[in-house]
T-cell receptor, first 106, second 116 residues
Framework: KNEVEQSPQNLTAQEGEFITINCSYSVGISALHWLQQHPGGGIVSLFMLSSGKKKHGRLIATINIQEKHSSLHITASHPRDSAVYICAAFRNQFYFGTGTSLTVIP | GAGVSQSPSNKVTEKGKDVELRCDPISGHTALYWYRQSLGQGLEFLIYFQGNSAPDKSGLPSDRFSAERTGGSVSTLTIQRTQQEDSAVYLC??????????????FGPGTRLTVT
């Protein structure tokens, strides 16, 4: 059993759509990270959360500690948002989700 | 400023040889992390350093893998007697803090290791 589960595994959206990626974890954590991996392989940290909600541009991340669940939302999606989005829960070490591959079609 | 750098960017080695991968974190970052990503697979945590010490080495896949960090800066990941299953992209990240403290991580470009 994976400590971190992400859904969906794959997601195709039309440009402009609102997108939600979900992450559930089974371990108690001190922080949860959302990462973006571009097709070329480079990884960027989008958010680091320990509670509540964070917003950066068109990206919003929320976490519910009691329910052990986090969501990443993308508003007004754009083809450049196409990437793999990875959820990572941290408790002494990182536990990674398998990633959500997002394709935004113009 | 300069980001996290890794060298070499690509390494091809023969099975059984030792390899050393290097990571230069962002200056002032006390925490340093090593990950690997096998082809088509997700990220796998290997080890992290807080300063020069590694509180958690449980992610290292076997005793052929070792890592050190000196001077609280540069880190090397060494793989002895490489096997074909070691082929992967090895990624390094650093952050201002680490361990139980939540800090944003900055990733290097990775080293692509191919064991033939």
């Amino acid at each position: 059993k994976n400590e971190v589960e992400q859904s969906p595994q794959n997601l195709t959206a039309q440009e402009g759509e609102f997108i939600t990626i979900n992450c559930s974890y089974s371990v108690g954590i001190s922080a949860l990270h959302w990462l973006q991996q571009h097709p070329g392989g480079g990884i960027v940290s989008l958010f680091m959360l320990s509670s509540g909600k964070k917003k950066h541009g068109r990206l919003i991340a929320t976490i519910n500690i009691q329910e052990k669940h986090s969501s990443l939302h993308i508003t007004a999606s754009h083809p450049r948002d196409s990437a793999v989005y990875i959820c990572a829960a941290f408790r002494n070490q990182f536990y990674f989700g398998t990633g959500t591959s997002l394709t935004v079609i113009p | 400023g300069a980001g996290v750098s890794q060298s070499p960017s690509n390494k091809v080695t023969e099975k059984g040889k030792d390899v050393e991968l290097r990571c230069d974190p962002i200056s002032g970052h006390t925490a340093l992390y090593w990950y690997r990503q096998s082809l088509g697979q997700g990220l796998e945590f290997l080890i992290y350093f807080q300063g020069n010490s590694a509180p958690d080495k449980s992610g290292l896949p076997s005793d052929r893998f070792s890592a050190e960090r000196t001077g609280g800066s540069v880190s090397t990941l060494t793989i002895q007697r490489t096997q074909q299953e070691d082929s992967a992209v090895y990624l390094c990240a650093s952050s201002l803090g680490g361990g139980l403290e939540p800090y944003e991580q900055y990733f290097g470009p990775g080293t692509r290791l191919t064991v033939t």
